[in-house]
């Protein structure tokens, strides 16, 4: 299992590069309603918020458990959000 720093990172560079893809996305397309781009980078702060908490939660029993979840939630939404800025 890779330990918690290299987790962090993985979500940092993950949805850090979901965020860059939206701004890309919106200077291309600068006449496009931007509502939707932004409900994305929105959605992806919160899977931020939300993974770091849980990757800092104390209280675990089995750890590779609850980070091999974690591991693929960060897949399941980054994957989601990528496909809402393909569909822009």
Not at 24 to 32: M, T
Request: hydrophobic share 40%; charged share 35%.
């Amino acid at each position: 299992m890779a330990n918690i720093r290299n987790l962090k990172k993985d979500i940092n560079y993950v949805l850090g590069d979901i965020i860059e893809a939206v701004y890309i996305w919106e200077s291309i397309n600068p006449e496009k309603d931007r509502k939707q781009s932004e409900a994305i980078i929105d959605e992806a702060i919160a899977t931020f918020d939300d993974l770091i908490e849980k990757v800092n939660a104390k209280s675990v029993e089995n750890h590779k458990a609850h980070f091999k979840a974690i591991t693929d939630e960060l897949e399941t939404k980054g994957k989601a959000m990528i496909e809402k800025i393909n569909a822009l």
